[in-house]
């Protein structure tokens, strides 16, 4: 159900507050009207994880981000999964998992099988509906709105790439499970367009709200994920600290390994006058995309090594399309 | 025009074994004409056969260690001949046994694979063309994927029904398709990125929303397309960016959108697109309303062949014919939001090599859209007939027509747009003889506002092509790796085709 456009922002606003309050889940997208109690630590499949403190959204390890290489592709190596719309639900297995209708509302690309109840298991035993098969992880964003309308995506695009400055041949592949968020959903102004961009196609300009786009350049939404990793966490409190962006080309002492840097973009059919667009957690300032890795894990191998190591463009989505 | 170059690229024998991929997972690997046999991928892992979705992989004993290069069924190196399946249940597992030189044979039947090549200079071939299958069956990727290994051939194989490309070679210096067929295949049929000294012959490429051939992202590009059959595609042929020493020659591009599409873009690298010589092809009724296609394919949809902010290209000698729109049009691409300017024309005849170390531009630099005009290219000496907008046409979006510096003459046309074209624009600097280029002008903008037939499921729009012929003595012939392509092409000697059936 969609609630009304006061119901989404006012949820999340309070929330942050009350994250501001107690250094707790500093994912906004977790947060709904009627469910502030639990920001628990959800599950996770790796049993001897070490449980970092909470802190705020801004806690990288690297300080800012990088920004990503952008301009006609072909300039780094990279692999990438077009997928098209899957689903839209109110659930979010990172920060609400086991709890259906928890969240703000989601929109599910990928993995066909993704809910509330989602776990690596049950990821692994589902679908990619994207046209890399062997691509069973779930990604999703929240949705997008023009008033009160709900907007359906036609597809996502996930560049896999070494991180801007990061040697190719260190990149290694992510552990099965692992879950990351990128982006503020609690942001109370623009975000650096070095984690989340909107665009209109394939375009280098990086805008930190939408632009106005043309009718044959769809706009997107391109969020940044962090390319480095603990080495040992396949998630964390916030969500976020088991991770960390490189810097000039280094991954900090802290999250020593470096993994593929997700460019994840949500496409819209959307164009012209973009002042009425929001998202489902809150203004349109709170963009983000969640990441929940279920790849087959020799498949994920074989793009790195083959792709990302050797320094090799595996593909490029067109921007003809 | 007359090309005898021969090209040779160096047989650097690097070995890559250690950055082999372990592509067990990437398809199953098993030919349908060994239903109980258990596989090896290259990591020795056993692979079982498995059902329709043609991914899943479980833990066995292994049968077969392929990689160990002092196993007895996988003699390699020094040109040796692995066989597929004897010698290897797979041909993943035959590539990553093989050694440079070495010749991976396959015996006829439907593979589910998706194999990636890293290993310089083999000779992948298949005993029988229309029987010797790789098949994704809408789950599996790319057919066959040449990942930075110079010097691979294809030879003699069929790729059908993988979710991009059939036969795909990215960022190598040689390679040949030879006999290749490739249909129903989500992205391109055989594609080549940012790829050089390479050649495509005797192939066919199908029902691909995109292009059945590609070759993009290279300049100069010293490759050849010869003698292959692009039908129900998107695009009969798609080169966004590439050119220089680029034959597209004595072909069919029939039933398609559009026909021969060679485009500029600053969305990939090596921009423009420039020197491509297209001649000698028979290039006909590619208004086709039912085959998938991307946005680019139902704008040109249409056109015989259509430079779309190409320079310098020579179409010469092509026979062209039952067009909708255009039988040659050389318009502009408009690129909204791109990523650089527009090169200047003094830059034009840069090597991509050295323009892919370009610093980015400043975004703030780039305009909105760039309109990437067609220049300089000459429309020579063809046979047109039925296209029924305009037979030869040339336009833009507001630069003066005058100014591009296109050239027409020796057509055998009936319609031109704008009108008098050969007279307006003469080759070889010849004093023009008409000067009112605004009667009859294509108004290539009204394009942008027309519908088309919507694109099709590619997995269920494009018909089974009929068999192809097989490469010459595919069970006997050596290993033939691409170190001595592409071959020479004399452009001299190539004439009109004649009609189909005349």
């Known amino acids: ?321 | 025009m007359n090309r005898f170059g021969r090209f040779f690229v160096a047989a650097a024998l690097l070995s890559v074994a250690g950055c082999s991929s372990d592509s067990s997972s990437s398809g199953t690997n098993v030919p349908s004409t060994s239903p109980t046999a258990t596989t090896a991928g290259s990591n020795g892992v056993t692979t079982a056969p498995v059902g329709s979705s043609g991914t899943n992989t479980t833990d066995a004993p292994s049968t077969v260690q392929p990689s160990d290069p002092t196993s007895p069924s996988a003699p390699s190196g020094d040109g040796a001949t692995i066989n597929v399946p004897d010698d290897q249940p797979t041909i993943q597992a035959a590539v990553d046994a093989a050694k440079p030189g070495d010749l991976v044979l396959i015996q006829p039947g439907t593979y589910h694979e998706a194999v990636t090549v890293e290993t310089e200079n083999l000779t992948i071939r298949g005993i029988d063309r229309n029987a010797t299958v790789l098949d994704g069956q809408f789950a599996l990727d790319n057919g066959i994927r040449v990942v930075g290994a110079n010097g691979v051939a294809i030879e003699n194989l069929t790729a059908r029904n993988y979710t991009k490309n059939g036969f795909f070679w990215t960022g190598v210096t040689g390679y040949r398709g030879s006999y290749l067929t490739a249909f129903r295949n989500g992205d391109y049929g055989v594609y080549a990125f940012l790829s050089y000294e390479g050649q495509l012959d005797h192939s066919y490429g199908g029902g691909s929303p995109d292009a059945g051939f590609y070759i993009g992202g290279c300049y100069p590009c010293d490759a050849v397309i010869d003698h292959v059959v692009s039908e129900y595609n998107g695009l009969g042929y798609s080169g966004t960016n590439s050119g220089g020493d680029l034959y597209i020659i004595n072909s069919i591009f029939r039933f398609n959108r559009a026909g021969v599409v060679p485009n500029s873009g600053s969305y990939e690298l090596c921009y423009p697109e420039r020197s491509t010589t297209i001649i000698g092809n028979t290039v006909y009724s590619n208004n086709q309303p039912d085959t998938p296609a991307i946005d680019v394919a139902l704008l040109a949809m249409g056109n015989g062949i259509l430079s779309a902010g190409g320079v310098g290209n020579d179409i010469e000698r092509n026979l062209v014919y039952d067009h909708d729109k255009t039988g040659v049009g050389l318009v502009p691409y408009l690129e909204q939001d791109p990523n650089d300017n527009q090169p200047t024309r003094d830059s034009w005849s840069r090597p991509c090599a050295d323009t892919v170390n370009d610093p980015l531009p400043d975004p703030a630099s780039v305009p909105d859209a760039v309109l990437w005009d067609s220049h300089e290219n000459v429309v020579k000496d063809n046979v047109l007939t039925d296209n029924r907008v305009a037979d030869i046409a040339v336009d833009s979006a507001g630069t003066d027509l005058a100014t591009l510096g296109n050239s027409f003459c020796g057509n055998s046309f009936t319609t031109s747009a704008p009108l008098q074209l050969e007279a307006l624009a003469p080759c070889d600097g010849a004093k023009p003889t008409a000067t009112d280029w605004t009667a009859g002008v294509l108004n290539v903008i009204g394009w942008l506002g027309e519908t088309h037939p919507p694109s099709q499921d590619y997995t269920t729009s494009s018909p089974e092509p009929p068999a192809q012929d097989n490469v010459p003595d595919a069970a006997t012939a050596p290993a033939h790796p691409a170190t001595d392509v592409p071959a020479a092409v004399d452009t001299a000697s190539i004439t009109v085709p004649t009609k189909p059936g005349s």
């Not at chain 1, 802190?55 to 990503?68: K, R």
């Not at chain 1, 790439?161 to 609690?186: C, E, F, H, N, S």
């Not at chain 1, 280098?204 to 706009?219: E, F, K, N, Q, S």
């Open chain 1, 1 to 321: 159900m969609i609630g009304r456009v006061a119901a989404r922002w006012l949820a999340p606003a309070l929330l942050v507050a009350v994250s501001a309050l107690t250094g707790c889940a500093s994912d906004a997208n977790s947060q709904q009207s009627h469910d502030t109690g639990d920001l628990s630590m959800p599950g996770t499949s790796m049993p001897e994880m070490s449980m970092p403190e909470m802190s705020m959204p801004e806690m990288s390890g690297a300080g800012a981000p990088d920004a990503p290489v952008a301009g006609a592709q072909g300039r780094v190596p990279q692999f990438l999964v077009e997928c098209p719309y899957s689903h839209a639900l109110a659930d979010d297995p990172i920060v609400f998992p086991g709890r259906p209708g928890s969240s703000h509302m989601h929109v599910f690309f990928g993995n066909d099988s993704t809910n509330a109840a989602s776990t690596l298991e049950s990821l692994e035993a589902g679908t990619s509906l994207c046209d890399q098969r062997l691509d069973r992880a779930s990604y999703w964003a929240p949705a997008l709105f023009d008033g009160e309308t709900m907007l359906t995506p036609s597809k996502s695009v996930a560049y896999y790439r070494p991180g801007a400055g990061v040697d190719p041949t260190t990149v290694q592949p992510y552990p099965p499970g692992l879950k990351m968020i990128a982006g503020d959903a609690g942001a109370q102004g623009v975000q650096s367009t070095a984690v989340v961009a909107w665009t209109c196609g394939t375009g280098i300009a990086r805008d930190a709200l939408p632009p106005t786009c043309p009718v044959h350049r769809p706009m997107r939404m391109l969020v940044t994920f962090p390319d480095c990793w603990d080495g040992t966490n396949l998630d964390s409190a916030d969500h976020h600290s088991h991770v960390a962006y490189s810097s000039g080309g280094t991954c900090p002492s802290t999250h020593p390994v470096p993994v593929p840097q997700l460019q994840f973009s949500v496409v819209y059919a959307f164009s012209g006058d973009p002042s009425g667009l929001q998202l489902a957690s809150g203004p349109i300032t709170t963009g983000h995309a969640d990441f929940f890795n279920a790849w087959d894990p020799a498949k994920l191998r074989s793009e790195i090594d083959a792709c990302i190591h050797r320094d090799v463009v595996c593909g490029v989505t067109s921007g003809r399309k």
